[in-house]
Nanobody
Framework: QVQLVESGGGLVQPGGSLRLSCAAS????????MVWVRQSTGKGLEWVSG????????SYADSVKGRFTISRDNAQNTLFLQMNSLRPEDTAVYYC???????????????????WGRGTQVTVSS
């Protein structure tokens, strides 16, 4: 079955960096768009970034553009999110997700995604 396992979260000071990973199994990874979505305490899901199945197309929320970089390694079935210049408002649980209904989809409608990992906590604080 589909498994998505995030890792790499932690506590970091403002201005710092973290690299998140999402290890995928149970589906044809290289045929799926992949996304990162986050949720802060008391807030709804926020799409952060997405990448096309071959890695050539990416998209970012305005709130992270220029600071975050999404990438993937199809040989290792792994998705990444490099996060630089982190801010306190980036504090959230970060999830990776796919859409089995629309495998190529990787944009901002979070309702399209039907398989999710359990998330990794990112806390940005001094």
């Amino acid at each position: 079955q589909v498994q998505l396992v995030e890792s790499g979260g932690g506590l970091v000071q403002p201005g710092g960096s973290l690299r998140l990973s999402c290890a995928a199994s149970g589906f044809g990874f290289s045929s799926y768009g992949m996304v990162w979505v986050r949720q802060s305490t008391g807030k709804g899901l926020e799409w952060v970034s997405g990448i096309g199945s071959e890695g050539g197309s990416t998209s970012y929320a305005d709130s992270v553009k220029g600071r975050f970089t999404i990438s993937r390694d199809n040989a290792q079935n792994t998705l990444f999110l490099q996060m630089n210049s982190l801010r306190p408002e980036d504090t959230a649980v970060y999830y990776c997700a796919i859409s089995k209904r629309r495998p190529e989809y990787y944009l901002g409608n979070v309702g399209e995604y039907d398989y999710w990992g359990r998330g990794t906590q990112v806390t940005v604080s001094s």
